[in-house]
């Protein structure tokens, strides 16, 4: 779609409706822009959208109901409209302040929202999509709080996440930052896991947390957008200078150049994608390490990784390059064998109870 656009010229069609449809108004019409582009990539992507639901309904993942999906994903619509928008306004409004550094501020502007939105997602985003309430039991709570007050985390409450009325999958999260920190937890993890299980899990989500892993993936998405909007910035002056796509004006703020700059932007994030997972799965050997060392036994561990990998239909042993490109995550396979390791290794010095 952003190639067709850009070599086509239909971009700069779009450019010139949103102007008319805008009474030349700059900022109005690049919120024209923005919508018609949002139109065009949501009704490309429906075949695929219907395709993955049917896929989870046919395995028994997804329980819900066609109606309901289609409600989501209209939310969704609208929550990624919303958002798009107010990134490309802000991209477009500092080109025009500034139109030489306007990458380095659009950057700055771009690290404090990504800070805000760590912030505001759990108690805006998520709930745009799934109900919550605080944990009901009472002495799994206060055994989770304990937990994380070992692992030196405030966690300001725990939560029973409703994901039974859409999926059979379980899951379970420390989200959120600073007053918004809180644990989650799936119903449908509450409904099928033990105690010593859900501890399991929740230690190695504080595992995440002890070792700083939000922190440092934070600062790691910092330097990856400071590289993305200096690349954009390069890019998008090399291609204007030699004339590739006739359609886009010279000046920077020509919004038709949206498609080149999310062109370059999806380029690099699929290049940098294998990099990317390798440290995400490095951070989950990690927090495994910490969970086996902050737990009374590793059983739990163990039984809780064969029940989530047989309730959310995971590959145990994935193929290799696809584990090496896509996965974030080590597979279920090398997790449990890592764990039995481990407590091999323990063995000849048993721990005092
Ligand atoms: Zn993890």
Redesign the pocket.
């Known amino acids: 779609m952003l190639v067709v656009l850009l070599v086509t010229g239909w971009t700069g069609t779009l450019r010139d409706w949103s102007y008319e449809g805008a009474t030349q108004h700059y900022f109005f019409a690049v919120f024209l822009y923005v919508l018609m582009f949002s139109l065009i990539a949501k009704a490309l992507s429906i075949p695929f959208d219907i395709f993955g639901f049917r896929l989870e309904r046919q395995y028994h993942l997804s329980n819900q109901r066609i109606r309901s999906w289609i409600w989501d994903e209209c939310k969704g619509w609208m929550v990624s409209l919303v958002l798009g928008t107010i990134m490309v306004e802000l991209v477009y409004a500092i080109i025009r302040i500034a139109p030489e550094r306007w990458w380095i501020i659009a950057w700055a502007v771009f690290v404090g929202l990504f800070l805000l939105m760590a912030q505001l997602a759990p108690v805006l985003l998520l709930p745009i999509f799934y109900k919550f309430e605080p944990l009901a039991n009472e002495e799994l709570g206060d055994r989770l709080t304990r937990l994380g007050e070992r692992a030196g985390t405030r966690v300001r409450g725990v939560y029973e996440w409703k994901l039974s009325e859409k999926t059979t999958n379980a899951n379970a999260a420390l989200t959120g930052m600073g007053a918004t920190r809180r644990i989650i937890l799936s119903d449908t993890l509450l409904q099928n896991y033990s105690g010593d299980e859900i501890e399991a899990i929740l230690a190695?989500?504080l595992?995440?947390h002890v070792r700083k892993?939000i922190l440092k993936s934070i600062l790691l998405q910092v330097g990856v957008t400071l590289l993305g909007f200096w690349l954009i910035n390069v890019v998008l002056r090399f291609v204007i200078a030699k004339e590739w796509f006739p359609v886009l004006d010279p000046r920077l703020y020509d919004f038709a150049n949206l498609p080149l700059i999310v062109l370059v932007a999806t380029v690099l994030g699929f290049l940098l994608m294998p990099a990317l997972n390798a440290i995400s799965r490095q951070?989950?050997r990690e927090?495994?390490l910490y969970a086996w060392e902050n737990t009374p036994a590793i059983e739990p561990f163990i039984t809780s990784m064969q029940k989530l990998a047989d309730q959310n239909l995971a590959e145990r042993e994935p193929n290799k390059f696809v584990e090496w490109l896509f996965h974030s995550?080590p597979s279920i396979g090398k997790r449990v064998a890592a764990a039995q390791a481990w407590a091999r290794e323990r063995e000849p010095q048993p721990v005092a109870p």
């Open positions: 190695h989500e595992g995440h892993h951070h989950e927090a495994d995550h």
